[in-house]
């Protein structure tokens, strides 16, 4: 391995002078660049008006219905093992179709840590989800700290969503397709100190007589070192007894309890076609027995336990099919709850595994080609020696391009290659090359959110959880509450008054992993306080990995385009660039103020979207220009009311001269106050502003974003009419491309963050103003704690087991994290000490960057949205960037 780097350098060196200007943010694809010139010249010709798009995006299946009823009698709840942001945006992308579970209205995210760690395992995740407790390392259901000793007193054990339920009068059900003692199942029905006592977890089952269980692991109840024979005491108990598919198909029309185990130990992958029983199978037979034998309502666990394991493996095709497996198990059950009006579906997931990004193909081969290619950047990830040919099941390939259907309603339509590459995170990726192969290799999780999914009765009530532990508060809560007739009734209050302002802020780059290590360092993000929660997709129309250009072109205008366009995009697939109307367009033609404000340049992509028509976003120039132009070209003696950005160097001494025309107050410092009466540009800069942690609220020429917004606030506000304001935080974008691992990206996050706090506070004033923040794109970030990987070893690249690579260790701000009064446990928390965090992005990114100077890529990642104010409720149906951008154009023109 040594020799093949020193051999790649001198051709890394030449490459990377071909690749970076590729790879960096500004790439435009050559493809439409001249198709693109000959329609930039048409700008003033012909506008296309803004408005629902003949292709894309996607109607997506979003349900309408109306929750009648305040409580749910049923509820399933669905854990996705592993089940990050990433893997719903894999599954979704490799079907073409989004995911059942994106269809659900209500969406949140929540935090995973554990009682004493930043970085959970299953069993301690599915504690809080069960419970509303959290518990240490591998606990099931016990209070932290609790040992073998003192693990059946039942002041250590702790009260579960399934005791809950019985004590309401309700069955409850597990299904799996691990074993039905592994931890997450075990969690709800068994309290002991460690995840690995699978015979004394039989055991509980035994006490907590679950109406139904279905999965696998036979051999914890039939071959166990007791000697006891469970199952003839489950016999006893009133069970049916079920070990094959067809035991299990015939127990349906009986009676009783059911106990179905299909496999001996776990169930094969989903992939293999040998498992007995789909998990959507497993779901209607465990719902058919539940409403036969506790018609009062019941409460149903369904894992997809393989997700995890898929991501242990670097499989990211594994984990593909294990999501859309349990999806499919979703969509039955949503089917079902739709048919009714008591019943709440929940989806989420105890943690992420692996650091799992979605990239595309250009994307990821230029990482690879640095590497020496797909072959040579697999070998570095297999341990010395580690013969490939000689193993039946090979460690896999942790980068792999998967195809995308080719007719797909959900994806890049115009893509040449419509392929999508996932890959994982740098420790568990680079780590297996250390592996002794002593035990199965075992990527890590890590700490970044999670999403919940909610329909049906309660559902905006369990999307509030911001923590796992907050989560099993709320399910417990609803699953002991008595039926109530009188509560029976329509959730809708009719509709909501109209937003007079809309706030927009767009953190460029700022994904959910960003997000969870903003909170962990600070602990509290305002972003994170917003009511209304949303995930979107932000593929291009010829790129699965969008740009700044073409996403915000979504967003400002409706309407997907392609990779570097600026406000333009094609009427067909394929079709000639025709220059869009935005948002901000038409809330000017409706007589409402309009405002920009960016730590970037204003001519960068981002603002630009909302102003400008320009086939590349490379034509900074042109687009000041544009910006001159936007006035006239509405018809209107001026065009945005207040800019404020970087830029300077592209707005020539003619166009300040004809922008002073137009009235403009130019200036290059922030003002205290902006004077009503006039428009103002303030160019603080010749491109972006100085970096975050250079910035002060105090400093007229560097200014916090909150700052910026603050002033422009102020300024808008004088109109009655009302007013659409933009607010990018630019350089959160630039942090991660410098594959930023600290303060740096930590602090552009918390002066977005800030500028949010600042927005919210000024709506929650006036009142009738909605603020929206989402991003325009994802990275490959992702969160890593200094204990999961670190315990078993698994984490050879690193130098604390060995490795040569340096983690940066970044302070964990327990304060004001909700649930982390833990992270001060020292005696629970051993040599690892207490929680700090460390970031990493994907690993050919990073290995990348270990030996040549190379910026990351953006990701394809599913990303955030959040809203809060007068109609925010809508805004959480979004699950794709255009949507955002039509939502905004109908708002700015009067609906
Ligand atoms: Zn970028
Ligand atoms: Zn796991």
Known sequence: MRRMRSAMK????????????????????????????RAGER??????????????????????????????????????????????????????????MLGM????????????????????????????????????????????????????????????AASAGRATGLVATSRITHATPAAFAAHRSNRGQYEDIALDYLSYKPAVMLGAGTRFFAERSDKRDLFAEFE??????????????????????????????DMPSASSGERAMSLEEMVKVAVDV?????????????EGSQIDWA?????????????????????????????????????????????????????????????????????????EGYDVAAHEDPLPPSVVHQALPKVGRFGPVEAEDPRMTTSFGFMSVGSRAFWDGSRRYSASHTAVMVPIFAEGPAAADVVAARDNAQLGETLKRLASAPDDEAARRPGSAGPEPRPKNVILMVGDGLGLAS????????????????????????????????????????????????????????????????????ALAEAALKGKRTGIVTTTSLTHATPAAFFAHRASRSQEAAIAGDFLTFGQRLGRSHGVDVAIGGGARYFRTSHLDALRAQEYAVSTELPEVLASGQPHLVLLGDEGLPPAAKRSAEAPGAPTLAAMTDRALNYLREDERGFFLVVEGGQIDWALHGLDRGEGLLAEIADFDAAVALALTFASESGDTLVIATSDHDHTLSVLDNHYGYHSGHCGVMKACGGTFEGITLPVAAEGLVNAQGFTASELQGDFGAPTMTLQYDWIVQEVARRVQMGGPHSANMVPLFASGPRAGELGRIRDQPQLGQWLTRWASGH
């Open 10 to 37: 001198f051709d890394i060196r030449v490459l990377v002078w071909a690749s970076a200007a590729l790879v960096a943010c500004q790439s435009t694809p050559n493809s439409s660049a001249e198709q693109a010139s």
């Open 43 to 100: 700008v003033s010709e012909r506008v296309m008006e803004a408005g629902p798009a003949p292709i894309s995006p996607v109607d997506f299946p979003v349900s309408g219905r109306v929750d009648y009823q305040a409580r749910p009698s049923r509820m399933i709840v669905f854990i996705g093992d592993g089940m990050g942001h990433a893997a719903v945006t894999a599954a979704s992308y490799a079907q073409s179709e989004p995911l059942a």
């Open 105 to 164: 209205p209500h969406v949140g995210f929540m935090t995973t840590h554990e009682h004493e760690f930043l970085t959970t395992d299953s069993a301690a995740g599915a504690t809080a989800i069960a419970t509303g407790h959290k518990t240490h390392f591998e606990g099931v259901s016990v209070r932290p700290g609790t040992g073998p000793e003192l693990e059946r007193d039942p002041e250590h054990q702790l009260s579960t969503l399934f005791g809950a």
């Open 236 to 265: 006893s108990e009133g069970y049916t007894v079920a070990t094959s598919a067809e035991e299990v198909r015939a127990a349906v029309p009986g009676e009783g309890p059911l106990i179905g185990l299909m496999h001996r130990s």
């Open 290 to 302: 539940l409403e036969r034998e506790s018609p009062q309502g019941y409460v149903l666990m369904v």
């Open 311 to 383: 991501g242990h493996d670097l499989d990211g095709p594994g984990v593909v099919s294990e999501t859309l497996d349990m999806d499919r198990a979703v969509a039955y059950a949503l089917g079902y709850a739709r048919e009714r009006t008591d019943t709440l579906v929940v989806v989420t997931a105890d943690h992420e595994t692996g650091g799992m990004s979605v990239l595309d193909p250009p994307y990821a081969s230029r990482y690879m080609m640095l590497l020496g290619g797909e072959e040579r950047a697999y070998r570095m990830t297999l341990p």
């Open 515 to 582: 997000l969870s290590a903003g909170l962990y360092s600070r602990g509290a993000l305002a972003t994170l306080s917003m009511e209304t929660r949303a995930l979107m997709a932000t593929h291009a129309l010829d790129r699965l990995v969008n740009d700044s250009a073409g996403s915000a072109t979504a967003i400002a205008t409706g309407r997907r385009s392609r990779v570097g366009v600026v406000g333009m995009a094609p009427a067909t697939v394929g079709g000639d660039l025709l220059p869009v109307r935005s």
